[in-house]
């Protein structure tokens, strides 16, 4: 069995690409083989790079912050680089269209649509779905393994167009209770919350892939946005425990001395 995977795998987002991972993991674990589809978003292909490309006011901060801190920022750019090419088995070629995944299609018994919020609307530029993330590109069998809408309904006007790319799949299960009520309110199926993908590894298999520890107590703290309001509150965590706080913000990190 040779099952194709299709999700967000290239974003330079800790989240997005452990996902990925952990999903083609959970694949390759059952016996089958597993391949990611190496598909990008086409406003994304040839974009990626440490200092923003924009012209506003934001990326202008971004990038002048970038500058200050640009040997950081470039190990970091480069290690999501590096864990793509070394842990992930992609197809051999890059697709950015549906039009390219169905003129030559990855080589694959069965479609899976994996986890993070490749059903969302609201996240692609135009505002409606992505039909390469319903496997709309080729007619062979679709399963999907705890994918998210991100959005608690459906835009007004869109249901009829889900309804259509759900009902070419022969199982679903959704990440979260609000993707389940979403899928029944459109399709009638009933369908089951599973477990996020990284959760299906072992503590054994993340110790495998880890770098070594760091050494010595601290606080780690993980906020999916900035951290905004919390920032206040993680300051005086650390002033009041006297440990360093390791904050992950998506997609930086900061470092709170103690």
């Given at each position: 069995?040779r099952?194709?995977?299709?999700?967000?795998?290239?974003?330079h987002?800790?989240?997005?690409?452990?996902?990925?991972?952990?999903t083609?993991?959970?694949?390759q674990?059952?016996?089958?083989?597993?391949?990611?589809?190496?598909?990008?978003?086409?406003?994304?292909?040839?974009?990626?790079?440490?200092?923003?490309?924009?012209?506003?006011?934001r990326?202008?901060?971004?990038?002048?912050?970038?500058?200050?801190?640009?040997?950081a920022?470039?190990?970091?750019?480069q290690?999501?680089e590096?864990?793509v090419?070394?842990?992930?088995?992609?197809?051999?070629r890059?697709?950015?269209?549906?039009?390219e995944?169905?003129?030559?299609?990855?080589?694959?018994?069965?479609?899976l649509?994996?986890s993070?919020?490749?059903?969302?609307p609201?996240?692609?530029?135009d505002g409606?779905?992505?039909?390469?993330?319903?496997?709309?590109f080729?007619?062979?069998?679709k399963?999907a393994?705890?994918?998210?809408?991100?959005?608690?309904?459906?835009p007004?006007?869109?249901?009829?167009?889900l309804?259509?790319?759900?009902?070419r799949?022969?199982?679903?299960a959704?990440?979260?209770?609000?993707?389940?009520?979403?899928?029944?309110d459109?399709t009638?199926r009933?369908?089951p919350?599973?477990?996020?993908?990284?959760?299906?590894?072992?503590?054994?298999?993340?110790?495998?892939l880890?770098?070594?520890?760091?050494?010595g107590?601290?606080i780690?703290?993980?906020?999916i946005?900035?951290?905004?309001?919390l920032e206040?509150?993680?300051?005086?965590?650390?002033q009041?425990?006297?440990?360093?706080?390791?904050?992950?913000?998506?997609?930086?990190?900061?470092?709170?001395?103690?």
């Open positions: 069995m099952a194709g995977l299709i999700t967000f795998h290239f974003a987002h800790y989240g997005a690409q452990l996902q990925a991972y952990a083609m993991r959970a694949v674990a059952l016996g089958a083989e597993c391949q990611i589809i190496d598909y990008r978003l086409p406003h994304t292909v040839g974009t990626k790079r440490v200092f923003k490309s924009g012209r506003s006011v990326d202008l901060a971004s990038n002048g912050h970038t500058a200050l801190h640009y040997p920022f470039q190990r970091r750019f290690r999501f590096d864990f090419a070394r842990e992930m088995a992609l197809t051999p890059q697709y950015s269209s549906a039009r995944l169905a003129a030559e299609p990855p080589d694959c018994d069965v479609f649509a994996g993070d919020q490749i059903w969302n609201v996240i692609f530029p409606r779905f992505d039909p390469v993330f319903f496997g709309s080729s007619p062979l069998r399963i393994y705890a994918p998210s809408f991100g959005v608690p309904h459906i007004e006007g869109m249901e009829e167009e309804n259509g790319y759900l009902d799949f022969s199982h679903i959704v990440r979260e209770r609000q993707g389940r009520n979403i899928v029944r459109v009638g009933d369908v919350v599973v477990l996020d993908p990284t959760l299906l590894l072992t503590a054994e298999d993340w110790a495998a880890a770098a070594p520890p760091v050494r107590a601290y780690l703290c993980y906020c946005a900035p951290s905004g309001a206040p509150y993680i300051r005086r965590l650390a009041e425990t006297g440990l360093p706080v390791v904050q992950l913000c998506g997609t930086r990190r900061k470092l709170h001395p103690k």
